[in-house]
Each structure stands twice: as structure tokens, then as C-alpha cells.
């Protein structure tokens, strides 16, 4: 007999992360790796500790003027890292 509401592997896996409260933890986890490739390779060589609390990203940068650089970047970073996630995971980036 034929199904109506088959749905794909992909969505029952979601939904079963959502259900298990593991969907923002595994996008939080995917957002902090996505750091070198979105930052880019020679801003990651000088890139240290990498976390996110309370929907903001914290990165620790060693080169005091890259920090000042990318501070006033950061909206466009915000985006470009939930854009490359595919959710809305962060609101804002601290460089420290």
C-alpha cells in the first residue's frame, strides 16, 4: 500500500535531533569549525580558543591588529558563518 507522508532520511534525522535537544549543540559544533575555512587561512594561523556562549562567538586572535580589523568586520563574519551552517547559530562575534 502506498504511503502518504514518507518523508526522507534526512528529515527524520532532524527531527530527531530537535526532539533530543542535540540540533543546536551539533550546529554550535559545526559554526566553531567552520571558522578557518570561512575566516581563511592566514587569518586562522594567528586564531586561537574558539567557543560559543549565549549565541555569541568568541575568538581569541594573537595579532592585536588583525583583532581591530576584524572587530569592525564582524556583521559581515556573523553572516557568512550562520550562511555557511545553514542556521541562524550566532548574533555576534567578540575578538579577544
Do not use: C
Not at 586562522?44 to 576584524?70: E, F, M, W
Amino acid at each position: 500500500m502506498f504511503r502518504k507522508d514518507v518523508k526522507t532520511i534526512k528529515e527524520l534525522i532532524l527531527r530527531n535531533l530537535r526532539v533530543q535537544g542535540l540540533e543546536t549543540p551539533l550546529l554550535q559544533k559545526r559554526l566553531i569549525e567552520a571558522w578557518p575555512v570561512v575566516a581563511g587561512e592566514a587569518i586562522s594561523r594567528y586564531t586561537g580558543n574558539v567557543a560559543i556562549r549565549n549565541q555569541t562567538l568568541y575568538v581569541h586572535l594573537t595579532s592585536p591588529a588583525l583583532r581591530a580589523d576584524l572587530s569592525m568586520q564582524r556583521s559581515e563574519y556573523v553572516k557568512r558563518l550562520n550562511d555557511y551552517v545553514g542556521s541562524q547559530v550566532i548574533t555576534d562575534i567578540r575578538f579577544n
